[in-house]
C-alpha cells in the first residue's frame, strides 16, 4: 500500500541490473529498482552517486553496459510508445524563451499522441494568469510550475522529476507537492530525485539511496528511520565535535546520533556547550548516517 | 505533420519574429553591411596595381617605366591582328587595363620628332591607347601611362588615339552584391542556424524535445528551414535595396536563386556534420570564427580573385562560398573563375552527407 492507501501494485518501471562504467569508474554498479503506478519512489544520493547517470539510461539519454530496463511490463528500448507514456522534468529549464506559456503548452501538446487538456493544465499548475507572458518574463517559480506541467502534459503513466522544487519559497514548494501528490493519486509512477530531505520524506513512497554508483539502502522514508537504529540526533557546533568519537561534521555543525542522549547533554554541558539541538531523526539523518555526507 | 508545422510556427516565433538579435544579424545587418561597402568602395576599384601592355619596342619606355612600381609592363612585339584582338578582349575581359600600341621602330619616330618639334618637319608620333574608361582602374591606368608620356616633356609630340572598350556597365555596387548575398548565407547557417543548434543543445531544450516522440533530425531540419526563410527575408531586403543603388537584381536572380539554395544545403550538412564531432560550444565557436573569416576575407567576396596572388587565389579555390558568389558574378561577366561553379560545392555535400550518414548517432543528445 502506497501512503494514498492505493495498491500500487502495477508495475510501470522496472530495473534489473543496471550498469554503467566508464574507464575511470563505475557510475551504476548493478542496481535493480522498480516504481508502481501511482507510487512515489525518491532516489537520493550525494553528488556523483549515480542518480543522473541511472536516471537519464531510464530516460533513454545514456546508453547501459548491462541490465536490462522493463517499461510498462516489457523489456524494450525506449521507443516512440514509451516517450508517449513517459514524461521528464530536468532540472534546468529548457524552454523556448520568447514563446507564451499557451504556446509552449500548445507545442508540446503537439508532439505527443495524446495529451492533458489544455486548461485544466493551466488551471492545475496555477498558470491561469500568465498565460499569454512569454517565458522570459516569468518568475523562477512560474518556470517551475511551468516545467513540472510539461512533464504532465502527455498525461503520462510514468514521470521523472528531477529536482521540481529546486529554488522555489517553502509556500510555493508546498503547492507543488500537492499538485504532484493529485497527479500521484491519478495513479501516476512518479520517479523523483531531489536534494530536499525534506520533500523526499514528505512526498515519497520509497527511497533509495545511492552511493558509490550502488543502492546503499531501501525502502519507506519510516522503515528507514527506524531501521537506522537512530534515537536520537544532537546537532551542535563542528568545533566542539572531538568531544565525540562518532560525531560527524557537515559543513558548521557536527552531528551525534545516539541512543543515549542524556549521557551526550551532560557531556556538552560539562564543556559549556550550550546551543545545541535534541530531536528525533529524520530521512537526513539517516542519509548523513550512511553516507557521511550531508546532502549538496 | 501538423506536429511539424507547429514546431515550425513555434520556432519560427522564437527565433525570429521574437529575436530582436536574428533580425538585426540576418536581415538588417546585410543591408547595412552593403550600405557602408557601397558608400566607402562605390566606382572606386580596389585594384591598385595596373596591368599595361604595350604592342611595340621601346628602350627609352622600358626605362621610364621600370621605374613606376604600380605597373605590371609587358613588351610585345607581335603586330598580328589576332594579337591585337586578344589584348583587346582580355581589356573587355578585365583581365588588362590598358593596352598601348606604338608605331614600330618607335625610338626612332620619337627622337625625330624630338628633333623636328621646332621645324616645319615636325611630326607627331602616333600612339594608340586602349582602356576601359567605366572601369576604375582601367581609367586610372591610362591616366598614368599618359602622365608618363608627359613627364617625358613630349606630349605635343605624340598623338594620342584613345579607344574606349568599355563593354558594359560595371561599377562596385554590381560587384559586391553576390558578395554580401553570400555573406548573409554565411551569417544564416553560421551564426544562425549553427548557433541556434549550439544554443539549444547546451540549454538542455534538445534533450526536452529528444524525450519526446519526434525524431531529434526533425528539430534540426525545422531549425534549418527556419533560417533559410528568414535567409531568403533578408535577400529580399537586400535585393530591394540594391536595385535602388542601380544593381541589376533581375539579371542575378536566376543564379542567385541556383547558387543560393545550393549553398544552403552545402552548409546545413556542413554544420551538422561539424556538429558531430563536438559538442563543445568553444569548439563549434572557433570553427564558426575561422570559416567566417576564411571564407568572407580569402573567398573573393569584396575584391575580384583575379587581381590577387595565386596563393589566395588557389586557398579560395578550396572554399564552397566562393563558388557561390563567383557563379552568381558570372551572370553579370564579373566571375574571376572559369571552371565549374558546382563541383567543388558538391564535393562538400557528398563529403558532409556522408560524415552525417555515419556518424548521425552523434548528433542525437544522448551519449
Same mark, same amino acid.
Request: charged fraction near 20%; aromatic fraction near 10%; proline fraction near 3%.
Given at each position: 500500500?502506497?501512503?494514498?492507501?492505493?495498491?500500487?501494485?502495477?508495475?510501470?518501471?522496472?530495473?534489473?541490473?543496471?550498469?554503467?562504467?566508464?574507464?575511470?569508474?563505475?557510475?551504476?554498479?548493478?542496481? @535493480?529498482?522498480?516504481? @508502481?503506478?501511482?507510487?512515489?519512489?525518491?532516489?537520493?544520493?550525494?553528488?556523483?552517486?549515480?542518480?543522473?547517470?541511472?536516471?537519464?539510461?531510464?530516460?533513454?539519454?545514456?546508453?547501459?553496459?548491462?541490465?536490462?530496463?522493463?517499461?510498462?511490463?516489457?523489456?524494450?528500448?525506449?521507443?516512440?510508445?514509451?516517450?508517449?507514456?513517459?514524461?521528464?522534468?530536468?532540472?534546468?529549464?529548457?524552454?523556448?524563451?520568447?514563446?507564451?506559456?499557451?504556446?509552449?503548452?500548445?507545442?508540446?501538446?503537439?508532439?505527443?499522441?495524446? =495529451?492533458?487538456?489544455?486548461?485544466?493544465?493551466?488551471?492545475?499548475?496555477?498558470?491561469?494568469?500568465?498565460?499569454?507572458?512569454? &517565458?522570459?518574463?516569468?518568475?523562477?517559480?512560474?518556470?517551475?510550475?511551468?516545467?513540472?506541467?510539461?512533464?504532465?502534459?502527455?498525461?503520462?503513466?510514468?514521470?521523472?522529476?528531477?529536482?521540481?522544487?529546486?529554488?522555489?519559497?517553502?509556500?510555493? /514548494?508546498?503547492?507543488?507537492?500537492?499538485?504532484?501528490?493529485?497527479?500521484?493519486?491519478?495513479?501516476?509512477? &512518479?520517479?523523483?530525485?531531489?536534494?530536499?530531505?525534506?520533500?523526499?520524506?514528505?512526498? =515519497?513512497? /520509497?527511497?533509495?539511496?545511492?552511493?558509490?554508483?550502488?543502492?546503499?539502502?531501501?525502502? @519507506?522514508?519510516?522503515?528507514?528511520?527506524?531501521?537506522?537504529?537512530?534515537?536520537?540526533?544532537?546537532?551542535?557546533?563542528?568545533?566542539?565535535?572531538?568531544?565525540?568519537?562518532?560525531?560527524?561534521?557537515?559543513?558548521?555543525?557536527?552531528?551525534?546520533?545516539?541512543?543515549?542522549?542524556?549521557?551526550?547533554?551532560?557531556?556538552?554541558?560539562?564543556?559549556?556547550?550550550?546551543?545545541?539541538?535534541?530531536?528525533?531523526?529524520?530521512?537526513?539523518?539517516?542519509?548523513?548516517?550512511?553516507?557521511?555526507?550531508?546532502?549538496? | 505533420?501538423?506536429?511539424?508545422?507547429?514546431?515550425?510556427?513555434?520556432?519560427?516565433?522564437?527565433?525570429?519574429?521574437?529575436?530582436?538579435?536574428?533580425?538585426?544579424?540576418?536581415?538588417?545587418?546585410?543591408?547595412?553591411?552593403?550600405?557602408?561597402?557601397?558608400? &566607402?568602395?562605390?566606382?572606386?576599384?580596389?585594384?591598385?596595381?595596373?596591368?599595361?601592355?604595350?604592342?611595340?619596342?621601346?628602350?627609352?619606355?622600358?626605362?621610364?617605366?621600370?621605374?613606376?612600381?604600380?605597373?605590371?609592363?609587358?613588351?610585345?612585339?607581335?603586330?598580328?591582328?589576332?594579337?591585337?584582338?586578344?589584348? !583587346?578582349?582580355?581589356?573587355?575581359?578585365?583581365?588588362?587595363?590598358?593596352?598601348?600600341?606604338?608605331?614600330?621602330?618607335?625610338?626612332?619616330?620619337?627622337?625625330?620628332?624630338?628633333?623636328?618639334?621646332?621645324?616645319?618637319?615636325?611630326?607627331?608620333?602616333?600612339?594608340?591607347?586602349?582602356?576601359?574608361?567605366?572601369?576604375?582602374?582601367?581609367?586610372?591606368?591610362?591616366?598614368?601611362?599618359?602622365?608618363?608620356?608627359?613627364?617625358?616633356?613630349?606630349?605635343?609630340?605624340?598623338?594620342?588615339?584613345?579607344?574606349?572598350?568599355? /563593354?558594359?556597365?560595371?561599377?562596385?555596387?554590381?560587384?559586391?552584391?553576390?558578395?554580401?548575398?553570400?555573406?548573409?548565407?554565411?551569417?544564416?547557417?553560421?551564426?544562425?542556424?549553427?548557433?541556434?543548434?549550439?544554443?539549444?543543445?547546451?540549454?538542455?531544450?534538445?534533450?526536452?524535445?529528444?524525450?519526446?516522440?519526434?525524431?531529434?533530425?526533425?528539430?534540426?531540419?525545422?531549425?534549418?528551414?527556419?533560417?533559410?526563410? $528568414?535567409?531568403?527575408?533578408?535577400?529580399?531586403?537586400?535585393?530591394?535595396?540594391? =536595385?535602388?543603388?542601380?544593381?541589376?537584381?533581375?539579371?542575378?536572380?536566376?543564379?542567385?536563386?541556383?547558387?543560393?539554395?545550393?549553398?544552403?544545403?552545402?552548409?546545413?550538412?556542413?554544420?551538422?556534420? $561539424?556538429?558531430?564531432?563536438?559538442?563543445?560550444?568553444?569548439?563549434?565557436?572557433?570553427?564558426?570564427?575561422?570559416?567566417?573569416?576564411?571564407?568572407?576575407?580569402?573567398?573573393?567576396?569584396?575584391?575580384?580573385?583575379?587581381?590577387?596572388?595565386?596563393?589566395?587565389?588557389?586557398?579560395?579555390?578550396?572554399?564552397?562560398?566562393?563558388?557561390?558568389?563567383?557563379?552568381?558574378?558570372?551572370?553579370?561577366?564579373?566571375?574571376?573563375?572559369?571552371?565549374?561553379?558546382?563541383?567543388?560545392?558538391?564535393?562538400?555535400?557528398?563529403?558532409?552527407?556522408?560524415?552525417?550518414?555515419?556518424?548521425? !548517432?552523434?548528433?542525437?543528445?544522448?551519449?
Amino acid at each position: 500500500m502506497n501512503k494514498n492507501g492505493q495498491n500500487g501494485n502495477v508495475t510501470v518501471l522496472q530495473v534489473n541490473n543496471l550498469k554503467k562504467y566508464y574507464p575511470s569508474i563505475k557510475a551504476v554498479d548493478d542496481i @535493480s529498482f522498480d516504481v @508502481s503506478a501511482g507510487e512515489i519512489v525518491s532516489i537520493l544520493g550525494p553528488n556523483g552517486a549515480g542518480k543522473t547517470t541511472t536516471i537519464e539510461i531510464i530516460e533513454g539519454l545514456r546508453t547501459k553496459d548491462g541490465g536490462e530496463i522493463s517499461y510498462f511490463g516489457k523489456f524494450r528500448e525506449v521507443n516512440d510508445e514509451v516517450k508517449n507514456r513517459v514524461g521528464v522534468c530536468f532540472q534546468e529549464n529548457s524552454f523556448f524563451e520568447d514563446l507564451t506559456v499557451s504556446e509552449t503548452i500548445k507545442l508540446y501538446k503537439s508532439l505527443y499522441a495524446k =495529451s492533458l487538456d489544455t486548461k485544466e493544465l493551466i488551471e492545475v499548475f496555477e498558470l491561469g494568469e500568465k498565460v499569454k507572458t512569454r &517565458i522570459r518574463h516569468l518568475s523562477g517559480g512560474q518556470k517551475q510550475r511551468l516545467a513540472v506541467a510539461l512533464a504532465f502534459v502527455n498525461d503520462p503513466d510514468l514521470v521523472f522529476l528531477d529536482e521540481p522544487t529546486v529554488g522555489l519559497d517553502p509556500h510555493a /514548494r508546498r503547492n507543488l507537492w500537492e499538485i504532484i501528490l493529485k497527479f500521484k493519486s491519478r495513479g501516476k509512477g &512518479i520517479v523523483l530525485t531531489t536534494h530536499y530531505m525534506d520533500e523526499a520524506q514528505q512526498l =515519497s513512497d /520509497r527511497v533509495y539511496i545511492m552511493d558509490h554508483g550502488n543502492i546503499i539502502t531501501r525502502g @519507506s522514508p519510516q522503515e528507514l528511520i527506524n531501521s537506522s537504529g537512530l534515537e536520537s540526533v544532537i546537532e551542535f557546533p563542528e568545533e566542539y565535535s572531538a568531544l565525540f568519537g562518532d560525531a560527524i561534521v557537515a559543513g558548521e555543525y557536527a552531528y551525534l546520533h545516539t541512543r543515549d542522549a542524556v549521557s551526550a547533554i551532560r557531556e556538552l554541558l560539562e564543556n559549556n556547550v550550550t546551543n545545541f539541538v535534541v530531536r528525533h531523526p529524520t530521512l537526513e539523518d539517516v542519509f548523513l548516517k550512511l553516507t557521511g555526507k550531508k546532502i549538496d | 505533420m501538423k506536429n511539424c508545422f507547429i514546431l515550425f510556427v513555434s520556432l519560427f516565433k522564437q527565433l525570429f519574429l521574437r529575436s530582436k538579435e536574428s533580425v538585426f544579424w540576418l536581415a538588417i545587418f546585410p543591408v547595412v553591411f552593403f550600405l557602408i561597402l557601397t558608400s &566607402i568602395f562605390g566606382n572606386m576599384d580596389e585594384n591598385v596595381h595596373f596591368r599595361v601592355k604595350i604592342l611595340g619596342q621601346s628602350s627609352t619606355l622600358k626605362e621610364v617605366l621600370s621605374n613606376v612600381e604600380q605597373m605590371d609592363i609587358e613588351f610585345i612585339s607581335d603586330y598580328s591582328q589576332e594579337t591585337i584582338d586578344a589584348l !583587346k578582349k582580355n581589356i573587355e575581359e578585365d583581365k588588362l587595363d590598358v593596352l598601348v600600341i606604338l608605331p614600330e621602330n618607335f625610338d626612332r619616330i620619337y627622337s625625330s620628332a624630338l628633333l623636328l618639334r621646332k621645324t616645319l618637319l615636325s611630326r607627331q608620333v602616333p600612339v594608340e591607347l586602349y582602356y576601359a574608361p567605366i572601369k576604375q582602374s582601367s581609367a586610372i591606368a591610362c591616366d598614368v601611362v599618359e602622365g608618363i608620356f608627359n613627364s617625358m616633356g613630349v606630349v605635343e609630340n605624340v598623338e594620342y588615339e584613345v579607344h574606349d572598350l568599355s /563593354r558594359e556597365q560595371y561599377d562596385y555596387n554590381n560587384f559586391i552584391y553576390p558578395g554580401v548575398v553570400g555573406m548573409a548565407i554565411m551569417s544564416t547557417f553560421l551564426f544562425g542556424f549553427m548557433n541556434d543548434l549550439i544554443y539549444f543543445r547546451r540549454k538542455g531544450t534538445l534533450k526536452k524535445l529528444s524525450m519526446t516522440p519526434t525524431k531529434i533530425i526533425t528539430v534540426y531540419v525545422t531549425v534549418a528551414i527556419v533560417n533559410v526563410i $528568414i535567409m531568403i527575408v533578408s535577400l529580399i531586403v537586400l535585393s530591394l535595396v540594391a =536595385s535602388l543603388l542601380k544593381v541589376d537584381v533581375l539579371s542575378y536572380l536566376p543564379s542567385t536563386i541556383v547558387h543560393t539554395l545550393l549553398s544552403c544545403v552545402v552548409l546545413t550538412m556542413l554544420t551538422l556534420a $561539424i556538429m558531430t564531432f563536438s559538442n563543445n560550444p568553444t569548439g563549434l565557436v572557433i570553427f564558426q570564427q575561422i570559416f567566417f573569416q576564411l571564407q568572407m576575407f580569402v573567398g573573393g567576396f569584396y575584391f575580384p580573385l583575379k587581381t590577387v596572388s595565386p596563393f589566395i587565389t588557389k586557398l579560395a579555390s578550396f572554399l564552397p562560398l566562393t563558388y557561390t558568389v563567383d557563379g552568381m558574378r558570372a551572370a553579370e561577366g564579373l566571375n574571376s573563375l572559369d571552371f565549374n561553379h558546382f563541383m567543388v560545392p558538391l564535393i562538400y555535400l557528398a563529403i558532409s552527407t556522408s560524415i552525417v550518414l555515419l556518424r548521425s !548517432k552523434k548528433l542525437g543528445v544522448s551519449d
